[in-house]
């Protein structure tokens, strides 16, 4: 197909050139209009490769494919707001969406064995190479999503999730995203969930587990009218007694499902039981540097001797600014003065990004933490790509509808990022440390 096409996805790759800062969210339509002029030409309309990949995923490719249909000859509006027989998943209901829509039905689902074979191509390739790949597992999923219309028994959906009030929210963050019904989950013996992970094993050897705390209690807001709703807000369970029970059933299901290492997201407000269970279950928790102080004493920077054994090292999240965007912009010139003690750094605020980020890589990578992972921005800045004029993006803003949230690119090109001369630099850093 890409030969085929060629003029068309050239004309893309004009429409939509590299290099810049944000993904341009149009080009979505644009693609799906070009992959199904590739679907309707396709030499050979059901190899047995298609089939026996729908075949292996009943539990979720039909209803979502149907999602897809309903979706659209509803404007896009959500199935909330859908008539009755089709909100509710009616058989006839089904039957009737589905009828004349063979060939959409078909497309979405040959879309999502397009995605299934190109992303396993490349995992297979990586791993050849003794690469280990470490995906994500969302903790919650959108309120109108496909996962919830066809399963509503499993989400609570007269509640909206989110997380406590702190410093930085006075009334607490609020997601929209339903919480999950545990109790209907655990009925089922916690069959999505399962298939969840069976699925993602086809890319991932390790999967960084979202919202740790989560698994143990939720804050959730009443779905009214109200103007007091933000106020009434509560833990879910709201028993504390119920936290660690409800943790250690989800978790014990967790790793009997699957091979993949789970690596827990345990930031945040965090209860000493999830710190406790983590040990318990010996799954890898996370370490952000720059939150890794002596709160309650010096206020330094702790040393690498003082990271877990067995955690993540890294210099930043998708939730937070980058390593240089905190060193430019958040950090107070204590916190600075700190870290030059803590990384032998002499130079002053002003030095080049590179130079910065270098010290702060090689304090993680010499930290006790079993792995050092980072993001793609904090390597960028060691190669110089990602520099001052690039401090202020971020991946997220928690907390904020923002219209860049989850649109940062990688700049420049991966074709480009191949003979990137910083790339010796990498492997040199990784080798000093031992980090492979």
């Known amino acids: ?4 096409y060629a003029s068309e996805t050239a004309s893309l790759r004009k429409k939509y050139p590299s290099g810049t800062p944000f993904f341009d969210t149009r080009v979505k339509n644009d693609k799906l209009f070009l ?42 509006r959500s199935w909330e707001v859908w008539p009755e027989p089709l909100r509710t998943r009616r058989p006839a209901a089904l039957r009737a969406l ?68 702190d410093l930085y929210f ?35 050897d390790l999967y960084r587990l979202d919202h740790f705390v989560g698994l143990f209690r939720v804050w959730v807001f009443p779905l009214d009218d109200s103007p007091d709703r933000k106020k009434r807000a ?19 299901v967790l790793l009997e499902a699957s091979p993949m290492l789970p690596c827990a997201e345990d930031l945040g407000t965090v209860p000493d039981i999830a710190r406790r269970l983590l040990a318990e279950f010996a799954i890898p928790g996370m370490d952000v540097q720059r939150w890794m ?54 130079g002053s605020s002003d030095s080049s990004p590179d130079e910065i980020c270098r010290f702060a890589l090689e304090k993680a990578h010499e930290s006790k933490a079993i792995f050092s992972v980072h993001s793609f921005q904090d390597w960028l800045t060691l190669g110089g790509v990602f520099g001052d004029a690039e401090a202020g993006l971020r991946i997220n803003r928690p907390g904020l509808v923002d219209v860049d949230n989850w649109r940062l690119r990688i700049s420049p090109p991966i074709e480009k990022m191949l003979e990137w001369p910083s790339n010796e630099r990498i492997r040199q850093l990784n080798a000093k440390f031992q980090r492979k």
């Open 293 to 346: 102080r002596d709160w309650e004493g010096t206020k330094d920077f702790v040393s690498p001797e003082g990271y877990r054994p067995n955690a993540i090292a890294t210099l930043s999240t998708h939730d937070m600014s980058s390593f240089l965007g905190w060193w430019r912009t958040e950090a107070t010139d204590d916190d600075k003065e700190r870290f030059r003690r803590f990384a032998g750094f002499s």
């Open 98 to 165: 589905a009828e004349g829509a063979e060939d959409e039905v078909e497309f979405y689902q040959w879309l999502q064995w397009q995605l299934f074979i190109q992303f396993r191509s490349s995992a297979d390739k990586v791993r050849k190479k003794k690469v280990r790949l470490i995906g994500d597992l969302p903790f919650l999923v959108a309120r109108d999503s496909a996962d919830v219309w066809a399963h509503p028994e499993y989400f609570k959906l007269n509640l909206s999730a989110g997380a406590p009030p």
């Open 234 to 252: 509560f833990f879910d369970p709201s028993e504390e007694g119920e936290w660690e029970k409800q943790a250690r059933a989800i978790l014990s």
């Open 170 to 204: 006075a009334e607490g963050q609020e997601w929209g995203m339903p919480p999950y019904h545990w109790q209907a989950l655990a009925a089922s013996n916690y069959d999505y969930l399962k298939e969840k992970l069976k699925f993602a094993a086809n890319f991932y």
């Open 1 to 4: 197909p890409v030969k085929k």
């Open 35 to 76: 992959l199904k002029i590739i679907f309707s030409g396709r030499e050979k309309k059901n190899p047995k490769d298609f089939k026996e990949f729908k075949d292996a995923q009943q539990y979720w490719l039909p209803a979502y494919a149907l999602f897809k249909v309903a979706k659209r000859k509803m404007e896009d």
